[in-house]
């Protein structure tokens, strides 16, 4: 018997979107019918509430409680009242996880009071990159929800510029602390009341020290990841302490101080040397910007840790022989950073590669010795290999090697800045890398859309793709690859009415749109994007100085699924253009 598809059970449909993956491809079928829609509604887990979404659809309260099964909030786009909009989300009913309050002003200290009291569910709250955060707001933190596991509070971007040098030094001798800061004392108030913490980044929070890392590691007897970059009063001894105090602990990510090793170890028996071997589940270990010595490396091989991501970005101190003893003890390793490793060359990392079977990212930006043979190295001999950075190199020197098989599990390429990237050699990479999803060429002057349209032609695959700043780029290079783009920033490229024509036929699943500064743009190429991209969804044509007014709300009536849109510069919407374009779906940004 024949079963009509108005018929299949809501519990099928489910399953049906539920395998599109991600939320934005769920606003398709939601257009279809109230059934659909309501359907799609009950799948989404996360939203972003932003300050278009307030003001078209006035109640959040009501736009909330569409979607029962919402597990994460984010407020990063959001500029309004979030105090009244935490409320909200505690009168929801929902069962809450993960808020991400990054990029606010302050702290919503009432909302979040409200939001505990109804929410017991809250486990990770993200505060990165407020604009002003101290010790009252950490208080605020644990006091509203203390059963949280993660905390990030990286990174806060307040202005002391307003203070002297002599104000600093005076405030910080009498308090250990500074006006509108986190000071060690935060950090001990907030670790104590805490108990389930599990993770926390306090990266870039410079008024911190060693006494916060003896906090946490003391009062936090589930913590197992520490991130404590850029905090420059935190020593090795502190970072001794973390690993000494738990030894449970899974990941540490820190960087360098101004505290010399020989100051550190003078005033304590305690050493990051001599720590290690307190260390039971250390998986993750991620220096940066530190003098790392041959000794310290011996001593991470000797206490035979559970490693399997290791990072040295920008160390020094160290040696060849002292790295190449550290991967044949962890051969296992899955994710390497070396950026800025000097002595590197194209023979060395030949040796190495030997130890790197299984290793899924390797990141080896501004090594300025490697060139083609690493790359083509790597692609040979690293089965697992699934990302690869070489970020300012000199990656396009040499000739690449010929009769190459293909690495199917290569996803991801990051090689901008690199000068002599050429055409021949993405043709050479095109071949050996078919199943790229995302390229990041930008800033790679002497590739041209001839080298481009290698990629589109062999890597079928690729998603998002990132041209910027590449000066000789004007196309796509091919008007049949490219068939699954979705991402596409090339600002500051040559791109003109011609690429954007081939693109437009090509390219019809695109969503994003970058075209900050190119100047051959003009209303007819844009015709032809928005005409055949049917779900385009955010457009930037800041300082497209050849792009009329008009064409402005051409494309925001032409093409329904667009969200977002930036102008050019010299294009200035009123506030009433602003909201009639915003109840027809779409955000027409201030330049």
């Known amino acids: ?70 597990k994460r909030i984010d407020l990063v786009e959001f500029h309004g009242d979030s105090d009244r909009l935490l409320r909200e989300v505690a009168l929801s009913g929902l069962n809450l996880e993960v808020l991400n309050l990054s990029k606010q002003k302050r702290l919503p200290v009432q909302g979040m009071k409200e939001l505990g009291a109804k929410v017991k569910t809250l486990r990770v709250l993200i505060c990165s990159r407020l604009c002003f955060l101290q010790d009252s707001d950490l208080v605020a933190i644990a006091d509203s929800f203390p059963s949280l596991e993660e905390l990030d509070i990286s990174n806060p971007e307040q202005d002391f510029g307003s203070f002297s040098e002599l104000d600093y030094a005076d405030d910080y001798a009498v308090s250990g602390s500074f006006p509108g800061s986190i000071s060690d004392s935060g950090i001990a108030n907030l670790s104590s009341k805490l108990q389930r913490l599990c993770r926390i980044n306090v990266s870039g929070n410079h008024f911190i020290s060693d006494r916060s890392l003896f906090s946490l590691s003391s009062n936090c007897a589930f913590l197992e990841e520490i991130m404590a970059r850029d905090c420059s009063l935190i020593s090795e001894i502190g970072i001794a302490l973390a690993i000494h105090h738990n030894p449970q602990l899974i990941s540490l990510s820190v960087n360098g101080s101004k505290i010399s090793s020989a100051a550190a170890t003078s005033s304590s028996s305690l050493t990051m040397e001599s720590s290690f071997i307190c260390a039971r589940a250390l998986g993750t270990l991620d220096f940066s910007l530190m003098i790392i010595s041959d000794d310290l490396l011996n001593s991470i091989i000797q206490a035979d840790l559970p490693l399997r991501r290791f990072g040295l970005s920008r160390c020094r101190g160290f040696t060849f022989a002292g790295i190449s003893s550290l991967l044949c003890k962890y051969s296992s390793l899955n994710y390497l950073d070396i950026e800025g490793t000097a002595f590197l060359t194209d023979q060395s990392m030949s040796e190495l590669s030997h130890h790197l079977h299984d290793v899924n990212i390797i990141n080896l930006n501004s090594i300025s010795n490697l060139t083609n043979s690493t790359f083509f190295l790597l692609v040979q001999t690293c089965p697992h290999l699934e990302e690869i950075r070489m970020e300012n190199t000199s990656l396009g020197k040499e000739d690449g090697p010929s009769d190459l098989k293909k690495n199917s599990k290569l996803q991801t390429l990051k090689l901008s800045w690199n000068k002599c990237l050429t055409d021949e050699t993405l043709k050479g990479i095109s071949m050996v890398c078919p199943s790229v999803r995302s390229l990041d060429i930008s800033h790679c002057w002497s590739t041209t859309g001839e080298g481009i349209g290698y990629i589109g032609m062999n890597c079928c695959e690729i998603k998002m793709l990132e041209l910027s700043g590449c000066s000789s780029i004007s196309n796509l290079g091919t008007s049949f690859g490219f068939s699954k783009l979705e991402v596409l920033h090339a600002a500051g490229s040559r791109f003109d009415d011609e690429g954007l024509r081939m693109m437009g036929h090509s390219s019809r699943w695109l969503l994003h749109l970058d075209l900050e500064g190119c100047l051959g743009v003009t209303a007819k190429g844009l015709k032809e994007v928005v005409t055949n991209c049917k779900g385009l969804k955010e457009v930037s044509l800041k300082k497209c100085c050849n792009v009329g007014s008009d064409v402005i709300a051409w494309m925001v009536f032409s093409r329904p699924s667009l969200r977002n849109l930036i102008p050019p510069c010299d294009i200035v919407s009123t506030e009433k253009q602003k909201d009639f374009f915003l109840r027809h779906g779409c955000w027409v940004h201030d330049c």
């Open 1 to 70: 018997m024949e079963i009509q598809w108005e018929n299949l059970p809501e519990e099928c449909w489910e399953l049906v979107f539920d395998r599109l993956g991600h939320n934005r491809h769920l606003e398709a079928p939601s257009l279809v019918c109230k059934r659909f829609l309501s359907i799609s509604n009950l799948l989404r887990s996360s939203l972003t509430v932003s300050d278009p979404t307030v003001l078209l659809h006035g109640s959040t309260l009501g736009l909330l409680r569409r979607f029962h099964q919402l």
